[in-house]
T-cell receptor
């Protein structure tokens, strides 16, 4: 039973560039949520996708966008990168959109120089 | 005001000790509650869900007090392997999950 997978594991970008992170949910899950975790902080909710639509969004600017594909996998895109975007980006999957337990992938570590 | 607040610790305890963490949340309409554990440089992993009636899983007991809007986690007979950061998670409206900043636990031999 495959768990949540994310790619790439690490990424280095420069300010102003754009980045795309990818997530495949746990087998049988159809909902994907994205989080940003800065060093020493808890994960901050970015947004959630269900049925290929963004269902909820946290307090993140429009530079953060996403997509969910028919196979339930998802992408997180960040445009015009800032130094402050350096963080661990976590993807979590769950079943349905009713607040069921989320399971996390290993994350992508993004460093913006 | 943060949606979820936790004491960052660290809590330094000897093996075998009992330790308790509390977490407060701001939205009285929050729907569900969880404790996650996160090891250094790893992803969070579900420790347990928290129910109004309280629930226990081995050495771990979680309780929810809706009137006071706080959640607790009790760890009995601490093991070295319990050393980690414990994250309190609140689901506000089925789709929005808010994490606390985490409480760091160090269990010493």
């Amino acid at each position: 039973d495959a768990g949540v997978t994310q790619s790439p594991t690490h990424l280095i970008k420069t300010r102003g560039q754009q980045v795309t992170l990818r997530c495949s949910p746990k087998s049988g899950h159809d909902t994907v949520s994205w989080y940003q975790q800065a060093l020493g902080q808890g994960p901050q909710f970015i947004f959630q996708y269900y049925e290929e639509e963004e269902r909820q969004r946290g307090n993140f600017p429009d530079r953060f966008s996403g997509h969910q594909f028919p196979n339930y996998s998802s992408e997180l895109n960040v445009n015009a990168l800032l130094l402050g975007d350096s963080a661990l980006y976590l993807c979590a999957s769950s079943l349905g959109d009713s607040g069921e337990t989320q399971y996390f992938g290993p994350g992508t570590r993004l460093l913006v120089l | 005001r943060k949606e979820v607040e936790q004491d960052p610790g660290p809590f330094n305890v000897p093996e075998g000790a009992t330790v308790a963490f509390n977490c407060t949340y701001s939205n009285s309409a929050s729907q569900s509650f969880f404790w996650y554990r996160q090891d250094c440089r790893k992803e969070p992993k579900l420790l347990m869900s928290v129910y109004s009636s309280g629930n226990e899983d081995g050495r771990f007991t979680a309780q929810l007090n809706r009137a006071s809007q706080y959640i607790s986690l009790l760890i009995r007979d601490s093991k070295l392997s319990d050393s980690a950061t414990y994250l309190c998670v609140v689901n506000e409206n089925f789709n929005k999950f808010y994490f606390g900043s985490g409480t760091k636990l160090n269990v010493k031999p």
